[in-house]
């Protein structure tokens, strides 16, 4: 029988690693309910591989002392796509953990499978890493990756909203990846409550020697689709064909009407405040509002600011 859920999979992973660990804590790891939890081990029992549960103080799930996992209990696929996740992190999370984890995995593959597993991990490429950017990112992720093992407090300092800057001193709890970009949710002690910290925003990262002993964490709320569709309303913006692929970023071609040869009305999703704002002058002179009204003549408001700040003989230089 072959194990089909990558959960199951990694849940093998972890009891290899580990000597014993409880329901509880692999259903936080994976983020379902215990029941799915036992559900798996029911299946990767029904697998052949012998785990058996402890009951009381210090117990949980184990697999049998001095079982060896046949390894042709992994199928091409489940091989593939563990070396595909892992090979992705690898690239950003640097650590003898995922380099031991990679190891073990490949200790599954059955000589005469390899070519065809590696054919099938090169089908995809899971790049994390950005084409420019903060060339801090890296060693910042070291720092917080270490700090979050050994549950140590860091301290930076954070450019917020509208540029103020300010000194913080938080526990860090999670390592995030969201839309291109990594963040960290933490305890701020001075907020005294959790935030969530963009990597790019921060400077003079330090870990402290202080541990903390870990609190009641709340997990951010990552997926604001529903939020989103609440808060945003349709502008009529007319584009130039040049930039259609840009747009395709924000709305899907549904939206596009075509407007003679050149050009297309887009039923474009906005939200009034300073990112959308921030997105249409990101057009320039390839976009234009056309409703409502107090959008268009705000964007014509912040068009002429940035225009009076090149104009000869400004104050300002």
Sequence with gaps: MKIDRLVSISIIMV?????RIGAQELANMFEV???TIYRDIDTINMAGIP?????????????????????NVFSTADLSAILMGLSSLSD?????????????VKSFIPADK???IELKV?????DLSSWIGNQNIQSYLDIIKAALQDFRLVSFEYIAHHGKKTVRTVEPYQLVFK????YFQGYCHIRNDFRLFRLSRISNL???????TPRDYQKPILNSEEILQTMQTRIKIRIHKSIMDRVLDYCTYEHFSPNGNEHYIVDFPFIENEYYYNILLSFGNKCECLEPLYIRAEMKRRIHAIAAIYEIGNPHH
């Design 92 to 104: 950003m999370i640097q650590g003898n953990e995922l380099i031991n984890a990679l190891a073990k």
């Design 15 to 19: 009891l290899l690693d580990k000597e």
């Design 179 to 182: 839309s291109g970009h990594w």
């Design 206 to 212: 330090q870990m402290k020697e202080e541990i903390f």
């Design 33 to 35: 309910s215990p029941r």
């Design 51 to 71: 785990i058996r549960s402890i009951s009381g103080v210090g117990g949980g799930f184990e697999i049998m002392q001095n079982y060896k996992i046949d390894k």
């Design 114 to 116: 390899s070519n065809d």
């Design 122 to 126: 090169n089908q995809i490429c899971i």
